[in-house]
């Protein structure tokens, strides 16, 4: 599996962008694609986490304004990123999973859980 990552860019506060991944190889592999953010100095985050079957799961901070979705015909995932901040400002990484199980809702949060990453792209909101 091979990832791209792109849609980022500059936005005002309030604004919407969306984000792509887009996924290539053995793409039935992949058990859960995610997004992540880094800000310098500071660990990766993650921001969101698409299950095969549909189940997703979302950072407290953009609950209700992030949504993350794929289109099968596409092989893309996509992030929905609206209301955006500043503090949402960082650079955004696609991650897909391929362990058939232990996919708990504490387990999509760790970077070491996935196996191949995107390159990332840059999110910036300014206020």
């Known amino acids: 599996v091979q990832l791209q990552a792109s849609g980022g860019g500059l936005v005002q506060a309030g604004g919407s962008l969306r984000l792509a991944c887009a996924t290539s190889g053995h793409t039935f592999s992949w058990r859960v694609v995610s997004w992540f953010r880094q800000t310098p100095g500071k660990e990766r985050e993650f921001v969101a986490a698409l299950r095969t079957g549909g189940f997703t799961s979302y950072e407290d901070s953009v609950k209700g304004r992030f949504t993350i979705s794929s289109d099968k015909a596409k092989n893309t995932v996509y992030l929905q990123m609206n209301g955006l901040k500043p503090e949402d400002t960082a650079v955004y990484y696609c991650?897909?999973?391929?362990?058939?199980?232990?996919?708990?809702?504490?387990?999509?949060?760790?970077?070491?859980?996935?196996?191949?990453w995107g390159q990332g792209t840059q999110v910036t909101v300014s206020s």
């Open positions: 991650a897909a999973g391929l362990k058939t199980t232990g996919w708990s809702t504490s387990a999509f949060c760790g970077a070491y859980e996935y196996d191949v």
